[in-house]
C-alpha cells in the first residue's frame, strides 16, 4: 500500500500548527460557501484548484461529475445537494469537469461497457449530454456535460427552491490538467443561466 500514513504524520507535523487556529474555529463551525460537484478523477483536487481552505468547499465527486436528476429513491447524491442547499445554505454550486475524463471518454468513444455494468448503468446519468453532442469529440462531451448536470441539479427540489428565491447561483466549469486553467462555462437554456 502506498504510504499514507507517512503523509498523515507529515500532515500533523507540518501543517497541521500552521493552521491549528483555523481547525479550532472549524471544531464549532460547518459553514462553506460552495458546493463543488467535481469529478473523482484523483487528478482534479478541489480544494487544490480553487485555493481553498479547509472549511470553505462542500464537496461531492462522483464518477464524471454526473448528478442524477431528482428521484425517489435513496440517493447520496440528493442527500448532500440537500444539506448542502437547505441545511448549510451555500450561495454556489459549481459543477466542474475536466479534461481527459474516463467517464467522458468511454462514451465519446462508444467503449463496451459490458464487464463493468455498474459504471454502464451509472453513466446513463449522462444520456442528455451524449444526445446533445454532435461530435465523439471528448472535450465537446466534457462541454456538454456540464451543461448536462446543471440541469439534473435544477429538477432538486432544494435547488429549485433556492434558484426561485435567488439565494444560490449555478456554475458550470471545465478544469484542464495540462495548463490548470479552468473555461467558465455559459448554460443558455438551464435555470443556472437564468439565476446569473
Ligand atoms: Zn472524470
Redesign the pocket.
Known amino acids: 500500500m502506498h504510504d499514507l500514513t507517512g503523509g498523515v504524520t507529515r500532515f500533523q507535523r507540518d501543517v497541521f500548527p500552521g493552521k491549528a487556529d483555523l481547525f479550532a474555529r472549524l471544531t464549532h463551525v460547518h459553514a462553506p460557501h460552495t458546493l463543488f460537484i467535481g469529478?473523482?478523477?484523483a487528478r482534479?483536487v478541489p480544494e487544490l484548484i480553487t485555493g481553498s481552505e479547509p472549511g470553505e468547499l462542500f464537496v461531492i465527486r462522483t464518477?464524471?461529475?454526473l448528478v442524477p436528476a431528482h428521484g425517489l429513491s435513496a440517493d447520496g447524491v440528493a442527500a448532500s445537494i440537500e444539506y448542502a442547499v437547505d441545511v448549510l445554505g451555500v450561495s454556489d454550486v459549481v459543477v466542474c469537469?475536466?479534461s481527459?475524463?474516463?467517464?467522458?471518454t468511454a462514451l465519446a468513444e462508444g467503449q463496451d461497457l459490458s464487464t463493468t455494468p455498474a459504471i454502464a448503468a451509472w453513466l446513463r446519468h449522462a444520456d442528455a449530454a451524449r444526445a446533445r453532442c454532435t461530435t465523439s469529440d471528448v472535450a465537446a462531451l466534457v462541454h456538454s456535460n456540464v451543461i448536462a448536470q446543471l440541469a439534473n441539479l435544477s429538477t432538486h427540489p432544494s435547488i429549485a427552491r433556492a434558484l426561485t428565491h435567488g439565494e444560490v447561483a449555478l456554475h458550470g466549469w471545465v478544469f484542464d490538467i495540462a495548463t490548470g486553467r479552468i473555461d467558465q462555462l455559459d448554460a443558455p437554456d438551464t435555470p443556472a443561466a437564468r439565476a446569473a
Open positions: 469529478c473523482s478523477d482534479v464518477a464524471g461529475n469537469g475536466h481527459g475524463c474516463g467517464a467522458m
